[in-house]
């Protein structure tokens, strides 16, 4: 096939409406990628159902994100990728979300091609064997229906296919298991200068937690980048990275180098994201994407219970609301866009479950930030956004009492927490007069000594935290929008808070100056136990289609198929019913080989 066949894929309603495909995909992220690559590589035919805008995979067409990101004056998460009122995404300026509280969600994610991978910081934890049992261990929260073991090799595949590099013996301490003789496909990144400083000075130190003797221990994460490849891979046959997401021949992504850039785009796409996966789908022929069109209804036959078809709107342009409508029809049907819209439409579609859990125990990883600067020139705004951090609290008997918790050191400095570097320019230009090489000299003092810690807390399910729809609230094709309930649990509080005096300790050890304090008018403001914080949004929204054991307390079973309706599966981290303290993405790609190998079974019978 010529590189202009593979990448010929679009198709008009007109084709879509004429043709019954083996299995209909709705979202192009990295759920939706990697199932349409397993089950076109075994010969099915798959549509893919993409509300985003269609944007070539070509290094031209990832070069015009970058552009459009370098244009925009307000850097965030989704500014490569323009405003779309009809495939809105949230973010903290717009009112996609209709908040109902007492707490806020906030976060945000981004529909276009290769899903919220195209703004993702990268890190691939797996999660860890307790997190598969929390309520047996634990006696919070939920199990999962499926083990950590019976996950492994899903893993495994989701590493290779993600292109993980980290290092198996620092992961081995955090309480991970692995199958003899496996090592990453890269080898670690290597902690960066910042890192190398904190470490140097509080590697060991010891904290009492509920009478527990805990030892700070730091290692580095593991990422889905461009590294250099492990020679012990595969029995030593070396991993080859795969490059960017185009082409015959392939243009590689190149290897990190350090841009401090990767939330939310990686200039030399030496970070991974989901397009390189849909490259691999297009390239069997089987594949159709039918973008800017957004999925309002599965529809249901009340015969059988089995899904007939996705019902979808069609907008010509992001500047008009003018739209046609579609259907699509196959005999498989998978939602794989993400934990708030798989939710969204089933709701939208008045599929609520027997058990009456969808939209149910919506999750995030609440973020607690902690900020300081070192006393000397540290090399801030070197590296990925987190090369390593401390793992000691991931696990422990502490969580009878309090929610587990990840720490990173962060080398893109303030950011997240003040909006520096552009706070620090405003600061010494407006309020100390500076200019010329003074004020250069003093940004470079200031933000090559800044130090971010963000604590990423476990937050339990709760069937009180979920997605729900309003008729009142609609956008402006007349979809629903998402409402959200939302609040935080003493369990996960307790550690916010202690993690503030943790952040104390660490910046005492280092020297370093405290500069963190929490604004009363932050939305995301609150207080406990006499003090005041503020958190923010992982973006990692989990929890609102969960797996379990039954079709009276759960959505789906554990190969991620819908109790209710035999042929549809509900696929990303609204099936996890449990997050712990790992990031989702390397999770859900792991669940998404799962399902895949029973949609096969499916097909097949």
């Known amino acids: 096939m010529s590189q202009t066949q593979t990448f010929i894929t679009t198709v008009d309603?007109?084709?879509?409406?004429?043709?019954?495909?083996?299995?209909?995909?709705?979202?192009?992220?990295?759920?939706?990628?990697?199932?349409?690559?397993?089950?076109?590589?075994?010969?099915?035919?798959?549509?893919?159902?993409?509300?985003?805008?269609?944007?070539?995979?070509?290094?031209?067409?990832?070069?015009?994100?970058?552009?459009?990101?370098?244009?925009?004056?307000?850097?965030?998460?989704?500014?490569?990728?323009?405003?779309?009122?009809?495939?809105?995404?949230?973010?903290?300026?717009?009112?996609?979300?209709?908040?109902?509280?007492?707490?806020?969600?906030?976060?945000?994610?981004?529909?276009?091609?290769?899903?919220?991978?195209?703004?993702?910081?990268?890190?691939?934890?797996r999660m860890l064997p307790d997190d598969f049992q929390l309520h047996t261990k634990y006696g919070h929260g939920l199990d999962w229906p499926i083990s950590y073991e019976d996950l492994m090799p899903y893993y495994r595949k989701a590493e290779h296919e993600i292109g993980v590099c980290g290092d198996r013996e620092e992961q081995?301490?955090?309480?991970?298991?692995?199958?003899?003789?496996?090592?990453?496909?890269?080898?670690?990144?290597?902690?960066?200068?910042?890192?190398?400083?904190?470490?140097?000075?509080?590697?060991?130190?010891?904290?009492?937690?509920?009478?527990?003797?805990?030892?700070?221990?730091?290692?580095?994460?593991?990422?889905?980048?461009?590294?250099?490849?492990?020679?012990?891979?595969?029995?030593?046959?070396?991993?080859?990275?795969?490059?960017?997401?185009?082409?015959?021949?392939?243009?590689?992504?190149?290897?990190?180098?350090?841009?401090?850039?990767?939330?939310?785009?990686?200039?030399?796409?030496?970070?991974?994201?989901?397009?390189?996966?849909?490259?691999?789908?297009?390239?069997?022929?089987?594949?159709?994407?039918?973008?800017?069109?957004?999925?309002?209804?599965?529809?249901?036959?009340?015969?059988?219970?089995?899904?007939?078809?996705?019902?979808?709107?069609?907008?010509?342009t992001t500047e008009s609301s003018e739209y046609t409508t579609g259907v699509a029809q196959g005999k498989l049907f998978v939602l794989a866009a993400n934990a708030v819209e798989n939710a969204r439409l089933m709701l939208a579609s008045e599929l609520p479950s027997t058990s009456g859990l969808m939209g149910r125990h919506l999750m995030d990883h609440p973020f607690m930030l902690a900020w300081a600067l070192m006393p000397e020139v540290t090399g801030t705004m070197r590296g990925p956004l987190v090369t390593s951090g401390i793992g000691t609290f991931r696990n422990g008997n502490f969580r009878y009492k309090q929610s587990a918790f990840a720490v990173d050191i962060h080398n893109d400095g303030w950011g997240w927490a003040t909006g520096s570097p552009y706070s620090e320019v405003e600061d010494a230009v407006d309020k100390k007069n500076k200019y010329g090489e003074e004020l250069r000299q003093t940004l470079v003092s200031r933000i090559s000594r800044q130090l971010l810690l963000a604590f990423m807390c476990e937050l339990p399910p709760d069937p009180n935290n979920r997605v729900t729809i309003d008729p009142k609230y609609k956008d402006r094709l007349g979809n629903y929008r998402p409402v959200i309930n939302f609040n935080l649990p003493d369990y996960s509080l307790r550690t916010l808070a202690y993690t503030r005096k943790l952040s104390r300790l660490i910046f005492q050890r280092l020297g370093a100056e405290d500069y963190t304090h929490y604004d009363?008018?932050?939305?995301?403001?609150?207080?406990?136990?006499?003090?005041?914080?503020?958190?923010?949004?992982?973006?990692?929204?989990?929890?609102?289609?969960?797996?379990?054991?039954?079709?009276?307390?759960?959505?789906?079973?554990?190969?991620?198929?819908?109790?209710?309706?035999?042929?549809?599966?509900?696929?990303?981290?609204?099936?996890?019913?449990?997050?712990?303290?790992?990031?989702?993405?390397?999770?859900?790609?792991?669940?998404?080989?799962?399902?895949?190998?029973?949609?096969?079974?499916?097909?097949?019978?």
Request: overall charge neutral; hydrophobic content about 30%.
């Open 520 to 605: 009363h008018s932050d939305p995301a403001y609150f207080e406990f136990e006499g003090e005041g914080y503020f958190y923010r949004g992982g973006n990692h929204f989990s929890g609102t289609h969960i797996m379990g054991t039954t079709k009276y307390n759960s959505v789906i079973d554990k190969s991620l198929r819908s109790w209710d309706h035999e042929n549809l599966y509900l696929l990303g981290a609204g099936s996890m019913p449990t997050i712990g303290t790992s990031n989702t993405t390397v999770t859900i790609a792991a669940l998404s080989f799962m399902a895949a190998e029973q949609m096969l079974k499916d097909l097949k019978a």
């Open 172 to 316: 081995e301490k955090l309480g991970l298991k692995f199958e003899d003789g496996y090592v990453f496909p890269m080898e670690k990144l290597p902690p960066s200068y910042l890192d190398q400083k904190v470490i140097e000075k509080v590697s060991g130190t010891k904290v009492e937690l509920y009478g527990e003797t805990l030892e700070l221990n730091f290692a580095t994460f593991p990422q889905g980048r461009n590294g250099i490849p492990n020679p012990k891979y595969d029995q030593g046959n070396l991993f080859t990275p795969d490059g960017v997401a185009a082409t015959n021949p392939v243009q590689y992504g190149e290897r990190c180098q350090g841009n401090a850039n990767c939330v939310p785009i990686c200039p030399v796409q030496a970070k991974y994201d989901a397009r390189r996966t849909l490259t691999k789908a297009l390239q069997t022929g089987r594949v159709h994407i039918l973008s800017q069109a957004v999925a309002d209804r599965v529809k249901i036959d009340p015969a059988n219970g089995r899904v007939s078809a996705i019902h979808y709107k069609h907008y010509k």
């Open 13 to 125: 309603c007109q084709t879509v409406s004429e043709t019954t495909y083996d299995a209909v995909i709705v979202g192009a992220g990295v759920a939706g990628a990697i199932v349409a690559k397993e089950l076109s590589q075994q010969g099915k035919t798959v549509l893919i159902l993409e509300a985003g805008k269609s944007k070539d995979l070509t290094l031209a067409g990832f070069q015009s994100y970058v552009d459009a990101f370098y244009k925009e004056v307000e850097k965030h998460p989704n500014s490569p990728y323009g405003e779309n009122h009809n495939a809105p995404s949230p973010t903290k300026d717009n009112d996609y979300f209709v908040e109902r509280g007492p707490m806020t969600l906030g976060g945000s994610y981004t529909r276009v091609p290769g899903g919220t991978t195209m703004h993702w910081e990268a890190k691939t934890p």
